[in-house]
Each structure stands twice: as structure tokens, then as C-alpha cells.
């Protein structure tokens, strides 16, 4: 069995409010390998958007890991300087954030959008990446 390009075991992150820390996700495991799809699927502030920005390195201020490990392409997220978290993102995983409006411009089209996601984590020339 090949090895997963995600492992998170016992990912626990906390929030910092002005009442304390509240715990957003608490002892999340799971494991993804070449080849297999991931759909997380919960309830409204079960932690769903947390995990996975965890596992992209994308936690918004005020959010701290509180255990648990991430492995991303076999490097620790937790470690991982930010060239080399860019480097893992697009390559070994992505989002679709819940508010694709948001993260895409309406002035481009989005054939363009994704190339420039492809051209930015890969190494393949502008040509082989609009074919």
C-alpha cells in the first residue's frame, strides 16, 4: 500500500476569543493516497473548513494547532517553512472554498484562473498547461 499524501492524526486546534480558547476540532485522523477522494461532510461549525485549512497551512489568525500531527507530500505542516508549504499546496492538495465568488475574478475567465494555479505549482510550460 503506497504511502498517503495527507495523514493528519489527533488534530485538535483551538481558537483564541476574548473569553479564552474554544476548541475547534478535536482529535480529527484521517488518511488520503494517491488515487483516493476525500469528501468531509458535517454539520454547520462541526470543524469541516478548520481541518482543511489546517492541513493547507491556511489557519486564520487567532487559530493554533493544539496536538496532533500533519503530514502533507510526507513534510510536516507544522514545520514547513512557507516556500515549502506553497510548494506542497496545488501539488499534493487542494480547496474549493465554500465561496468560490470570492476566491475567483469575475474579469478572467476560469480556464485562465487554473492555469495560473497550475504554472505556480508545477514546472510544466505555459503551453503544455493550456493544453
Known sequence: MSAPLLAIEDLSIEFTTSRGSALAVSNVSLKVRPGEKLAIVGESGSGKTTTVMAALSLLPQGAKFAGGKIL????????????????????????????????????????????????????????TAKA
Open 72 to 127: 502533507l507530500g510526507g513534510r510536516n505542516v507544522a514545520t514547513a517553512s512557507n516556500t515549502e508549504i506553497r510548494g506542497l499546496r496545488g501539488r499534493f492538495a487542494s480547496i474549493v472554498f465554500q465561496n468560490a465568488r470570492a476566491a475567483l475574478n469575475p474579469v478572467r475567465g476560469i480556464g485562465d484562473q487554473i492555469i495560473d494555479t497550475i504554472l505556480a505549482h508545477t514546472r510544466v510550460s505555459h503551453r
